[in-house]
């Protein structure tokens, strides 16, 4: 990898930490490999195994899933930094629920799970912080599936809305945020049909709960 890109990864959760040097040594030590991508790519696909996970270096992408009318339901976004079948390289044999998708121009670094468990360098300060970091995004995993469930459930339009929002708000640690996605992608998200969400956003604004622009958010009351 280029000196840069090292310098990107030791900028993620995965490689939190841990020095450009020791990000090298690692990088020739595990069995891993940078895919690019000239097109947007499936790069997993529901119901296969997964044996790598990955850490988008370039791009965007999603996970998602297919119902059986065919609809498409985004579980989670994907951006430069974000790590990718995590909890499925470390579930063995479990099948993927969702299928991940990445943009045209995406590079991902994958890396086998087998060389991260048995790795020759499991005893260097450098590894035992990797698996560190890998476990820790395997419980904020968790966590965030949590919430997007929590999301998915609630009954009504306005419930959805503020409840993603208030998500992002507590991310951004201000009441003013831009989300990473437009209205099309924002209802597809949310399980939301496109019109009734921009009929309950204007409700919203007219109620004063919120405002926004595009994309650009600011809350008006706390929920």
């Known amino acids: ?27 020739s030590c595990l069995d891993t490999q940078v895919w690019k991508y000239t097109a947007a790519a499936t ?25 059986p009318s065919g609809r498409t339901i985004t579980i989670t976004l994907l951006r430069e930094g974000s790590e990718i079948g995590v909890l499925l390289a470390a579930s063995r044999e479990c099948k993927s629920p969702v299928s991940v998708e990445v943009s045209e121009g995406s590079s991902i670094l994958f890396i086998s799970y087998t060389s991260l468990t048995g790795s020759c360098c499991k005893n260097c300060p450098c590894h035992k912080q990797l698996l560190q970091n890998f476990m820790g995004i395997v419980a904020q995993k968790g966590l965030v599936l949590h919430e997007r469930i929590d999301c998915l459930l609630k009954p009504t339009a306005r419930e959805k809305i503020l409840t993603y929002l208030n998500c992002i708000s ?16 924002m209802a597809e998200y949310l399980n939301i049909d496109r019109s009734a969400l921009s009929r309950e956003l204007s409700r919203m604004k007219a109620d004063g709960i919120l405002d926004y622009y595009k994309n650009q958010f600011r809350l008006m009351k706390s929920q």
Do not use: W
């Not at 000196?3 to 090298?24: M, N, P, V, W, Y």
């Not at 507590?170 to 992608?185: L, N, Y």
């Open 170 to 185: 507590r991310e951004k640690e201000s009441s003013s945020f831009t989300i990473p996605m437009d209205r099309s992608a």
């Open 43 to 67: 790069v997993i696909e529901e119901g296969s195994c997964v044996r790598r996970f990955g850490v988008l270096l370039n791009g965007q992408g999603r996970s998602y899933r297919t119902d």
């Open 1 to 27: 990898m280029e000196t840069s890109a090292i310098q990107d990864l030791c900028k993620t959760g995965l490689f939190a930490g841990i020095s450009h040097r020791d990000a090298e040594h690692l990088l």
